[in-house]
């Protein structure tokens, strides 16, 4: 299938991208400025007579809408609406206003959107409350609303990532930033909440549940892409000292506490493996020692290896 892949040069793109090109996959990657190569096209989804003519030339059968703002510091929160509702929405709306109907239109939300859990909730499943608690995770949602407006007439699924992790993430996300700061052998790393466990996944299997996602038959519908599994962050701050020998003295800056940071959060699989069935995900420590021992800038040529895959 011809696939155009939205965001192809973030963080998860060219995961994705490999994925889908090792399964005979055509992808077209859009990005923000000028294409550099003949599988990429430059376009700013915020702009719709743009979309129309990106849909129009490449006619895809699937869409992968990548393309977003993804850092939860929120000193601008207009590039939030912008790119998430908005972008989002024009993507939907070209497909409409050229007449081309894709096989299926995967938008990417987050499980952001789902906020604090109810009180003594231990997994969070499809059908649970969405309160969230930052623009990020708002501008999600509006996107998700304006989503499913386009049910009726285009093929839409939604897709909820829980936190997932791998070389190429800016160390401005937690993990990341706890393993630049091993590889740097850096004394010290200030943090913010430590009682905190959360869901993650490895971004090469978020990729190949991607690739999974477009070849089932659902549409107009929501489910979670997590592993089901959460680790507390004191776990990963053990495990990649024991991976890199390194002694690294964990500050708490209060101006990086968060009085809405849910303790737990772990997503509930049962939607997804319905949909795909079982799946080999990457052990959690292999994926740790694999982003501490690697180039972290670097790109994937093969996504999934499964010398370090676990049932």
Known sequence: MKIL??????FTGPYVRAELERAGHTVIGTVFGAATSATEIGLDIQCLSACRAAIEQERPDVIINLAGIAATQEAHTEPYYL????????????????????KKILMISSSVVYGMPMEGQTEIDENSPQRPVNHYGISKLAMELLARTW????PILIVRPFNYIGRGQKPNFVTAKIVDHFRR???????GNLDVARDFSDVRDVAAIY???IETDAVSDVVNVCS?????????????????????????NPAFVRANDPKLVRGATAKLEGLIGERRIHDFDSTLEWM????????P??????ANAAP
């Open 151 to 154: 049910f009726d007439r285009l």
């Open 185 to 191: 052998k850096a004394p010290f790393v200030e943090l």
């Open 228 to 252: 089901g599994r959460a680790y507390p962050l004191q776990y990963v701050l053990n495990t990649l000292q024991a991976i890199t020998g390194h002694p690294l003295d964990v500050r708490v």
């Open 5 to 10: 892949l939205t965001g192809v040069r973030g």
């Open 211 to 213: 690739r999974m996602l």
């Open 292 to 299: 501490a021992e690697g180039d972290l800038e670097s790109r």
């Open 301 to 306: 040529s093969v996504v999934f290896a499964e």
């Open 83 to 102: 790119t998430n509702v908005i972008g989002a929405e024009n993507l939907l709306r070209a497909c409409w206003d050229v007449g081309h109907m894709p």
